[in-house]
Structures are given as C-alpha cells and as structure tokens.
C-alpha cells in the first residue's frame, strides 16, 4: 500500500538552468508559440509560463537597482599655478567652462580594468564606456 501512494505522488523534475535559459529565449522571441516551444521541449505551457514571468521580474529588479557608487580620489595639479584667473564662458547646458583650462586625466578602476582618460571627454561616450564596464562586472 505504502509503495502504491509513493508512486502515485507527483514529483518536480530539476531542470537545468542553461534549459530553461534556452526555453525562456526561444518564448521571447516575437511571433513565437510558447505552447508551441513548451511542447517541443517537454514541460507544460503554464510552467514555461512561469519561468517567463520570474525572468522579465528579474530583469526589471537588475534595471531598477540604484547605480553603484565609486570612490574617487582627487590628485592635485603639480604644474605651475596659474597668474591669472581664465576667461570662463557657459556651454548650452549651463556649466561653466575655462577657455584657457588644459586637458585632465580621469582614471576609474572597476572590476579590476582600469581606464585612464587623457584630454576632453565627451560626457555621453563616457557615460557609455561606464555602463558598458559595470555590465560587464
């Protein structure tokens, strides 16, 4: 008797991660047929369903998270000091900026790369090269 209610218990098959990755991509795709997909990879609609779900959740939580700050270490000039205080003028976002200032260096350390950026940076490359190293940590 005890072996007859054993067998007819339900029990979760385990299935690989890389699987359901796999399941889960194929889903997304536009025009696909996830009854389609879930049947040819052998699990039910709904559970595939469910993995789909857990999937844009999480990814949502990942895009959603609060960007990691960075210690910053300012290093002084060892150069002459200026004589004079340069002419300043205001580019269209309102920040101001010396015509007379020389190149700087940035240096930023993440995830063990380090960059180092010589002369004038352009904010938006920057802000790429940025989000593109803290994907790839």
């Known amino acids: 008797m005890k072996d007859q209610i054993e067998a007819s218990r339900r029990t979760r098959r385990p299935h690989e991660r890389t699987f359901k990755d796999d399941l889960i991509a194929q889903s997304l795709m536009p025009g696909a047929s996830v009854a389609a997909i879930a049947m040819k990879g052998g699990v039910n609609a709904n559970l595939l369903f469910k993995w789909r779900r857990e999937h844009v959740k999480a990814k949502a939580a990942v895009a959603s998270a609060p960007p990691n700050l960075l210690p910053v270490c ?46 004038a940076v352009d904010e938006a490359m920057l802000g790429s090269v940025l989000r593109a190293l803290r994907q790839s940590a």
């Open 74 to 119: 300012v290093i002084p000039d060892v150069g002459p000091a200026p004589t004079s205080r340069p002419a300043t003028t205001v580019d269209p976002s309102g920040a101001h900026v010396s015509r007379s200032a020389r190149p700087g260096v940035i240096e930023v350390e993440i995830a063990g790369a380090q960059l180092r950026l010589r002369g």
